[in-house]
């Protein structure tokens, strides 16, 4: 088990860690500026449930594995930015769609959101290598059952990231709704947010 002062200090650091700028906010933050309230807190549930994959993987191993072999890595790095660039694609054609009004059901199924966000971080090695070299300062040896540790303080980070990403999806939704009552602007915020996801495809591929 964690030790109170021991799960203090790793939400202390995953709280700033997750409220600083990086990909899953400004994906978050794009979605929600363009298509409201619950698809930007379902899509940002998303990314945060991501995590546990991460979580898995460092607790059996098989991340060090991959974050130790290029080509590995490399696959996985090529089929994140893929989907991220692929999102943002269908983002810029179904542009014109769109549009915002309070209350309004997002234009694609909440499953559907749920479920890129989901992925959108999974494959996203990046994320993959912070657990390997984040969750591991926090374990305590000596207490013994470091695995049970490492899925717990996944669990822990996976929680605040929900709070967090929820909460920006929720604000975003709401800013996103007031500044679609100017025409045309629905069009461009899911403009914005389709080329966020490709900007963040790009660097993913690029990177």
Known sequence: MLAPDQLLAFLGV???ITASPGPDNLMVLGLGLAQGRRAGVVFG??????????????VLGVGALVAASPLAFAGLRGAGGLYLVYLGVQALRHAAAVRLEEGAASAQPLGRLFAKGLLANALNPKVLVFFLAFLPQFVRPAQGEVALQLGLLGLIFTAQAALLFGTLGWCAGGLGARLARWPQAGVWLDRTAGLIFIALGARLLLG
């Open 14 to 16: 995953a709280l700033l």
């Open 45 to 58: 549930l998303g990314c945060a449930l991501g995590c546990l994959s991460h979580t898995l993987l460092a």
